[in-house]
């Protein structure tokens, strides 16, 4: 065995450490049962495969463990249900079509039972849409400090414990005590992502704006409810969540773009112009996120070296991981990116060769295989998280699969010349209107199509870990049967 493949043992052993407390919460005890066991293989010379996934899997579990939220005397979720008054530091903005959301790190606490002092702790605030805040603006905010809590079948309590956010406060009396208090750099990021989100509604009708925001920085909060309902019927909701998927296939088009420039020039081209994107909308963790795995994807589509791109994968889940643990059961859309990517990598491949009738034109035929092999590796998350399996979905993503890399492309060109020239705007914004449109059209008409979606509650861990481990066995097996025709003279 190479120094490759016990590396890779090891951090697989690491994200099975942090999943294993994650989902199970088995605290400390847990940990010291892995160090025992880790103990005992190496007092037992145990091979060093189970040495080094044990040593990662305490690792993983101890850092899930010091990641754990702890209530003391200075967090604010101790005075839940509490008129309180906070003195803090806005550190994001969130503007929606009806309200606006804050977040805010405070600094100075004060409730009806607790002396004005020093705090730890973030707050989400919601309030009117007008008047609107900055980032780095030090505000006062006077009202009832709550609990997230639990929304039907949805724990918003865990959703926002991946910021950090353990407490909520609802239509506070705010107040600006100084402005421009945030670091340069994010204040500059946060402008630029509130601008580009101002033009895209600019150019855009609703609700094609609010698509086009969903497509290129998977904000979505604007998109009707009867139309987002559309998007689960057809098992497309995922394209207006900004993940690798969606990064990849703009890479797509722009080699495709390119296609006259050498494969080597063209993805570099493609990559640099990530990055750029990336830093014009914003730089939000969800889109920094995706652009990575979206690199990665194409990375991995574009260099022969497997053992390479598996180790680049697995290094990147663990520095995000090792960063904040609660992204890897939290957070749906991390589990989205990774799952397309792996299904960009382990299988694309085998559908290449069922594509080579379908057109090249528009990136069309990578398009549409990339659509389906990240469908295969995301279905089991997609019905375990929002419990519906929509049988129209391959069909619907078939239709739209080829539409969506100019619909990103042409409303980037859009608001980009927004800034520079207003009539050259609008003409690529009718553009992609038109592709839009189309869009909205197709997941239309899907929709009526009598038991498009059939709802699947009550999905297992057993049933999500068992599909895994079918789709790992299938795809050794087709691997290795060539080589076992060989050996038996066929």
Request: glycine share 6%; hydrophobic share 55%; proline share 4%.
């Given at each position: 065995?190479?120094?490759?493949?016990?590396?890779?043992?090891?951090?697989?052993?690491?994200?099975?450490?942090?999943l294993?407390?994650l989902?199970?919460?088995?605290?400390?005890?847990?940990?010291?049962?892995?160090?025992?066991?880790?103990?005992?293989?190496?007092?037992?010379?145990?091979?060093?495969?189970?040495?080094?996934?044990?040593?990662?899997?305490?690792?993983?579990?101890?850092?899930?463990?010091?990641?754990t939220?702890?209530?003391?005397?200075?967090?604010?979720?101790?005075?839940?249900?509490?008129?309180?008054?906070?003195?803090?530091?806005?550190?994001?903005?969130?503007?929606?079509?009806?309200?606006?959301?804050?977040?805010?790190?405070?600094?100075?606490?004060?409730?009806?039972?607790?002396?004005?002092?020093?705090?730890v702790?973030t707050?989400?605030?919601?309030?009117?849409?007008?008047?609107?805040?900055?980032?780095?603006?030090?505000?006062?905010?006077?009202?009832?400090?709550?609990?997230?809590?639990?929304?039907?079948?949805?724990?918003?309590?865990?959703?926002?414990?991946?910021y950090?956010?353990?407490?909520?406060?609802?239509?506070?009396?705010?107040?600006?005590?100084?402005?421009?208090?945030?670091?340069?750099f994010?204040?500059?990021?946060?402008?630029?992502?509130?601008?580009?989100?101002?033009?895209?509604?600019?150019?855009?009708?609703?609700?094609?704006?609010?698509?086009?925001?969903?497509?290129?920085?998977?904000?979505?909060?604007g998109?009707?409810?009867?139309l987002?309902?559309?998007?689960?019927?057809?098992?497309?909701?995922?394209?207006?969540?900004?993940?690798?998927?969606?990064?990849?296939?703009?890479?797509?088009?722009?080699?495709?773009?390119?296609?006259?420039?050498?494969?080597?020039?063209?993805?570099?081209?493609?990559?640099?112009?990530?990055?750029?994107?990336?830093?014009?909308?914003?730089?939000?963790?969800?889109?920094?996120?995706?652009?990575i795995?979206?690199?990665?994807?194409?990375?991995?589509?574009?260099?022969?070296?497997?053992?390479?791109?598996?180790?680049?994968?697995?290094?990147?889940?663990?520095?995000?991981?090792?960063?904040?643990?609660k992204?890897?059961?939290?957070?749906?859309?991390?589990?989205?990116?990774?799952?397309?990517?792996?299904?960009?990598?382990?299988?694309?491949?085998?559908?290449e060769?069922?594509?080579?009738?379908?057109?090249?034109?528009f990136?069309?035929?990578?398009?549409?295989?990339?659509?389906?092999?990240?469908?295969?590796?995301?279905?089991?998350?997609?019905?375990?998280?929002?419990?519906?399996l929509?049988?129209?979905?391959?069909?619907?993503?078939?239709?739209?699969?080829?539409?969506?890399?100019?619909?990103?492309?042409?409303?980037?060109?859009?608001?980009?010349?927004?800034?520079?020239?207003?009539?050259?705007?609008?003409?690529?914004?009718?553009?992609?209107?038109?592709?839009?449109?189309?869009?909205?059209?197709?997941?239309?008409?899907?929709?009526?199509?009598?038991?498009?979606?059939?709802?699947?509650?009550?999905?297992?861990?057993?049933?999500?870990?068992?599909?895994?481990?079918?789709?790992?066995?299938?795809?050794?097996?087709?691997?290795?049967?060539?080589?076992?025709?060989?050996?038996?003279g066929?």
């Amino acid at each position: 065995m190479g120094r490759s493949f016990y590396i890779i043992t090891g951090l697989i052993g690491f994200l099975a450490g942090v999943l294993l407390y994650l989902i199970f919460k088995p605290g400390l005890f847990i940990g010291v049962l892995g160090l025992i066991l880790f103990l005992s293989s190496f007092l037992l010379k145990k091979t060093k495969l189970i040495f080094i996934f044990l040593a990662f899997l305490c690792f993983g579990l101890f850092r899930s463990i010091l990641a754990t939220h702890q209530t003391d005397f200075y967090t604010l979720d101790q005075y839940w249900d509490q008129k309180v008054e906070l003195s803090g530091v806005i550190r994001e903005v969130d503007i929606r079509r009806d309200h606006a959301k804050y977040k805010v790190e405070v600094e100075i606490f004060k409730s009806s039972v607790a002396y004005s002092r020093n705090a730890v702790g973030t707050v989400l605030v919601s309030s009117e849409k007008y008047p609107q805040f900055s980032y780095g603006d030090r505000v006062k905010i006077k009202g009832d400090l709550l609990e997230p809590g639990e929304l039907e079948d949805f724990s918003y309590n865990n959703y926002l414990s991946r910021y950090g956010i353990y407490s909520v406060m609802r239509r506070p009396k705010i107040e600006v005590l100084e402005t421009g208090q945030g670091n340069l750099f994010w204040k500059a990021m946060t402008d630029l992502q509130l601008s580009f989100m101002e033009r895209i509604n600019r150019i855009f009708p609703e609700p094609h704006a609010s698509f086009e925001a969903g497509l290129l920085v998977g904000a979505r909060k604007g998109i009707p409810p009867d139309l987002m309902e559309e998007f689960n019927l057809t098992g497309l909701t995922h394209i207006i969540a900004i993940s690798g998927y969606n990064i990849t296939i703009i890479i797509v088009f722009v080699m495709w773009l390119l296609r006259s420039l050498p494969r080597k020039i063209a993805f570099y081209c493609a990559v640099g112009s990530i990055a750029l994107f990336t830093l014009f909308v914003g730089a939000s963790p969800a889109v920094v996120r995706a652009s990575i795995m979206g690199i990665l994807g194409l990375l991995a589509l574009n260099t022969g070296r497997q053992s390479n791109i598996h180790l680049t994968i697995l290094w990147t889940a663990f520095f995000m991981v090792m960063h904040n643990p609660k992204i890897l059961w939290w957070d749906v859309g991390f589990q989205l990116s990774f799952a397309a990517v792996l299904g960009l990598i382990y299988i694309a491949p085998h559908f290449e060769k069922y594509a080579e009738k379908l057109p090249e034109a528009f990136a069309i035929r990578e398009s549409i295989v990339l659509t389906l092999a990240a469908q295969v590796t995301a279905l089991p998350i997609i019905i375990f998280n929002f419990e519906r399996l929509s049988l129209i979905s391959p069909i619907a993503n078939l239709l739209v699969a080829f539409a969506l890399p100019p619909a990103m492309f042409f409303g980037f060109v859009a608001v980009l010349f927004s800034f520079v020239f207003w009539p050259f705007s609008l003409v690529f914004g009718y553009i992609t209107w038109a592709i839009l449109n189309y869009i909205i059209w197709v997941i239309h008409v899907m929709a009526h199509v009598p038991y498009a979606s059939v709802n699947i509650p009550g999905m297992q861990l057993w049933m999500l870990f068992g599909y895994y481990a079918a789709l790992i066995a299938f795809l050794v097996y087709i691997e290795r049967a060539p080589l076992l025709k060989v050996r038996s003279g066929l």
